[in-house]
């Protein structure tokens, strides 16, 4: 039996006919030091639909993780609106969930303690928490490690703790900030896999930050590309290709188009660029070593 050929026009439509769980209108984001101000984010305008993909990508400073911080209500915005299910967020809610870089799990809690720490604190039982616990460790493949502490685990494991952690509330949202970054190249796929895996099989919208032009193309039904200074946003790409994806389509000539056009949009201003990176001092000589043979 041939299988059915991807339309992305199909595609992308039956998103844009789901509910918007998530909205920005003008968001914006302004730092102040004293005197001095630096508009991190500048009237953003966003509608993301129940269970899409969203990547976010950018240059540095061009307030990717602020933007997933405001989400999960970690820090406030200065002006705006963002509305999820068309109520405006006030504060942290179980209803997003935030996995980070860092490995955050509490080291002094097993892999299940940590897991059940959600549902203890919206006041599950003791029971129910771990009845929930163990069915999200199951899900992530540590079923084995359910009673060893972070730093028994791997780098791979302990972001899998993480996300179980963060699911284990059941949030319409789960926000990721360069969740990945920290690992290898092959564990770094797995996980990219595995995560995909879980998007596909449960009722989540994801919000993903990276810096990773092929990582994003990889997980997203779209890519939203930011420029800095200050952060707006410069494009939104839809990712008009098929699922599962995997390793080998990154050598397609659909990938590497949509991949150029990424690394445009990222790095190809040359007025867009990392101020801090501007007019760089010359090293001094601070050696006698020779590099010429």
């Not at 199951?138 to 791997?154: F, T």
């Not at 494009?235 to 995997?246: A, H, K, Q, S, T």
């Amino acid at each position: 039996m041939k299988a059915t050929e991807f339309n992305p026009s199909e595609y992308f439509d039956s998103i844009y006919a789901r509910p918007v769980i998530l909205e920005a209108k003008k968001l914006s984001q302004v730092f102040k030091h004293g005197k001095n101000e630096r508009t991190v984010l500048n009237q953003l305008d966003l509608k993301i639909h129940k269970r899409e993909f969203i990547c976010v990508i950018g240059p540095s400073g061009c307030g990717k993780s602020t933007f997933s911080r405001i989400v999960a209500g970690l820090d406030p915005y200065s002006s705006g609106a963002l509305l999820v299910d068309g109520k405006a967020i006030e504060g942290p809610s179980p209803e997003r969930g935030m996995v980070f870089q860092g490995y955050t799990l509490f080291p002094w809690k097993t892999v299940k303690e940590n897991v059940m720490f959600g549902p203890l604190m919206k006041g599950a039982s003791n029971a129910s928490a771990e009845a929930s616990a163990r069915e999200w460790i199951d899900i992530i493949g540590l079923e084995k490690y359910e009673n060893q502490y972070p730093h028994q685990l791997s780098g791979g494991m302990k972001q899998r703790v993480a996300i179980a952690r963060a699911l284990v509330n059941e949030p319409k949202i789960l926000l990721m900030d360069e969740p990945f970054g920290a690992l290898d190249p092959h564990t770094r796929q797995k996980m990219q896999k595995h995560l995909m895996d879980l998007w596909q099989n449960i009722d989540i919208t994801i919000i993903f930050v990276t810096h990773d032009m092929d990582e994003a193309i990889l997980l997203a039904d779209r890519i939203v590309a930011l420029k800095a200074n200050p952060g707006e946003i410069k494009e939104i790409i839809e990712v008009d290709l098929p699922r599962p994806r995997n390793a080998e389509l990154m050598l397609t000539p659909e990938f590497k188009r949509l991949r150029d056009r990424v690394d445009f949009l990222v790095h190809a201003q040359e007025d867009e660029r990392d101020p801090a990176l501007e007019n760089l001092p010359k090293i001094p000589r601070m050696t006698q070593v020779s590099t010429s043979k």
